[in-house]
C-alpha cells in the first residue's frame, strides 16, 4: 500500500481501512453479524491496537470469491 497522502477520508477508496459500519452498508448486514464476521476473521481484517479494520481492496476480493453466479447467467 502506497501512502503518499495521510491516511483517511482523503485517502482513494480503494486504499482506505473500512469501519464495521462502512462494511455494514457495502455488505447490507447487520452491525453484529459484520463485528462476528470480523473477530471470526471470516472478512480480511487489520488490526490497529483496540481498532480492527477492513482493508476495501480485500474487502471487494473477498466479495468476489464468494459470489456464485445465478442461474440466469451466462457463461
Do not use: C, F
Request: glycine share 6%.
Amino acid at each position: 500500500m502506497r501512502l503518499d497522502h495521510p491516511p483517511g477520508q482523503n485517502a482513494p477508496l480503494e486504499e482506505r481501512l473500512l469501519k464495521a459500519a462502512e462494511v455494514q452498508r457495502i455488505l447490507n448486514l447487520s452491525r453484529a453479524n459484520v463485528y462476528r464476521l470480523m473477530k471470526s476473521e471470516v472478512l480480511p481484517t487489520v488490526r490497529i491496537r483496540g481498532a480492527i479494520r477492513v482493508p476495501y481492496r480485500d474487502l471487494l476480493k473477498w466479495i468476489e470469491s464468494h459470489t456464485r453466479p445465478g442461474e440466469n447467467s451466462t457463461g
